[in-house]
């Protein structure tokens, strides 16, 4: 006999060995909790035209996840033009997920990170709402490879735990407008169908924060940057044909707050700001029906910041990812 029938069959002993009030109220907790989620499920302000949800219970849902990162400098120290580029290495991983009447609960496994060849770490979580969403991406990262260009003179880099360590933090938030006719969730979390095209503009507010620190051949960097952004965009749902969603989204917005420093040793280089400074959240999606309860898809996220002012100091940071995903209705 399998593991997998011993717990089985222990859990239906146990469960049958409980008291009769028990069980009683197990099964009434359960019902209600169902009710409720069945309630809200339903209860979707939504015209029904351009916009619906299925009619299934459960979701299983595969995914293949794609990270990456990259930030530029550029500037004039004592008279002489730089220019840095520096890429993180990809991140790859496999996540599964199931959903009840629209909650829903990922796992993610990184192969690399498992047999130990990647030792970055990086934390994802998305909300994507009718109204309002958004999602949060967190990377600590050391494993950088790139160049720094000096007057012409140019330098390939590669950097590891024992010289480079970055911390980032990019999050964005949204509101939508049309969110009867248009919905995010179709293209992203597909707890809803979108049926018609349709497209809505946005408010967003967006998030920043950077901490970076460096030592090479004795000269330590350290920098920090926290970014706050306030901005409108638009996003809109292309349904070219029968069972078939293409979604692009952007949603730049300009910095109200800024507060970065770039200490290189003891010397502290400023940041002048120029206009205009912001962070821009783009999204994208192509998702397929298949049949009555299959789908499958690619979606994907792209930060793009910018800060300073190229003739002192000017940082740009990009981070994205991307998912290729299969998905069953039961």
């Known amino acids: 006999m399998t593991r997998h029938r011993i717990i089985v069959i222990a859990a239906i002993l146990f469960a049958t060995t409980l008291p009769a009030d028990a069980q009683k109220f197990i099964y009434k907790l359960n019902r209600s909790v169902d009710y409720v989620l069945e309630k809200l499920y339903w209860?979707?302000?939504?015209?029904?035209?351009?916009?619906?949800?299925?009619?299934?219970?459960?979701?299983?849902?595969?995914?293949?996840?794609?990270?990456?990162?990259?930030?530029?400098?550029?500037?004039?120290?004592?008279?002489?033009?730089?220019?840095?580029e520096l890429k993180a290495a990809h991140k790859m991983t496999l996540s599964g997920g199931v959903s009840y009447r629209g909650l829903t609960l990922n796992l993610a496994l990184n192969p690399a990170k498992l047999l130990g060849k990647y030792h970055d770490y990086e934390l994802g979580?998305?909300?994507?709402?009718?109204?309002?969403?958004?999602?949060?991406?967190y990377q600590d990262a050391s494993n950088f490879k790139g160049w720094a260009e000096m007057d012409g003179m140019r330098e390939n880099i590669t950097t590891s735990e024992k010289n480079f360590k970055l911390r980032t933090l990019n999050a964005n938030g949204y509101y939508v407008f049309n969110h009867r006719r248009f919905s995010y969730p179709a293209a992203f979390t597909h707890s809803y169908i979108q049926h018609r095209s349709s497209?809505?503009?946005?408010?967003?507010?967006?998030g920043q924060g950077q901490h970076g620190k460096a030592d090479d051949n004795g000269q330590t960097f350290n920098f920090k940057i926290t970014n706050i952004a306030l901005g409108a965009g638009y996003g809109y749902n292309y349904?070219?044909?029968?069972?078939?969603?293409?979604?692009?989204?952007?949603l730049p917005a300009y910095l109200i707050y800024c507060n970065a420093s770039l200490t290189m040793s003891d010397t502290r280089i400023p940041l002048r700001h120029h206009f205009p400074e912001g962070i821009i959240t783009s999204?994208?999606?192509?998702?397929?029906?298949?049949?009555?309860?299959?789908?499958?898809?690619?979606?994907?996220?792209?930060?793009?910041?910018?800060?300073?002012y190229e003739k002192k100091l000017a940082i740009d940071n990009q981070k994205w990812n991307t998912r290729l995903y299969f998905g069953v209705r039961l």
Do not use: C
């Open 199 to 206: 497209g809505s503009f946005l408010l967003t507010l967006s």
């Open 43 to 84: 209860r979707a302000d939504i015209d029904t035209t351009y916009v619906t949800r299925p009619k299934t219970k459960w979701t299983l849902l595969g995914r293949f996840n794609v990270t990456g990162a990259k930030i530029i400098a550029k500037g004039i120290e004592e008279g002489k033009h730089f220019n840095t």
């Open 125 to 137: 979580l998305r909300s994507y709402a009718r109204r309002m969403g958004g999602d949060i991406a």
């Open 239 to 250: 349904v070219p044909a029968r069972n078939w969603l293409i979604h692009l989204s952007a």
């Open 283 to 308: 999204r994208g999606s192509i998702v397929r029906q298949i049949g009555r309860n299959m789908f499958a898809g690619f979606s994907m996220t792209y930060y793009f910041t910018n800060i300073g």
